[in-house]
């Protein structure tokens, strides 16, 4: 079966500081994969997708970056944090070549102070 | 822009009690629409999902959700909530290609 890991769980960072939080994908190949991000009472906004190793596709111009190294690996960075970065980042994947059901993994609760 | 909108951000139920969780979508296109569900301690799940076909659809734990399109409207119900509903429930609007826009969630709290 597929299983989806993110870490870390939580994170507290200082402003101005770098990010990498990373997700990765078992019991797939290829799949399509997602980041999210939730603010306090608001939806998830699709930050960044990926259809294949090294292709990235931003949906929110900010300060954050995706990469995907490998084929079940997804990486959101940031090079210097902003305090409206804080958030709950959810990294998600899909079947490959299908746009049904994605699949969440737990989050990591990202502070930013 | 396209945007979800979910009616109730808090709902307060007792067992046996009758639910819908209102969901509008502002798009002219076709749609995929989505119902997710998030449990206490647990990662988002799907609960129900209509692509195309009967408009009224069935998901898991009895819920069932019905696509308007009139009403640009996808609500979600259940005839007798439990106490193991209590969850986080969002509804999702799919426009084409990968972008899936989700509503603000509505935090359901049912009563024992």
Redesign the interface.
Known sequence: SQT?HQWPATLVQPVGSPLSLECTVEGTSNP?L?W?RQAA??????LF?S?GIGQI?S?VPQNLSASRPQDRQFILSSKKLLLSDSGFY?C?WSLQGS?????????TRLTVL | AQS?S?HN?HVILSEAASLELGCNYSYGGTV?L?W?VQYPGQ????LL?Y?SGDPLVKGIKGFEAEFIKSKFSFNLRKPSVQWSDTAEY?C?V?TG?????????TRLFVKA
């Open positions: 989806i399509n997602y999210y009472g608001r939806g998830l906004q699709l997708y259809v596709s949906e959810l998600a746009t049904d059901t994605q699949y969440f993994g737990p989050g | 979800v979910q951000h995929n989505f997710y990662h988002l799940q799907l999902k692509f969002f999702a799919q290609g990968f972008k899936t826009i989700f509503g603000a969630g």
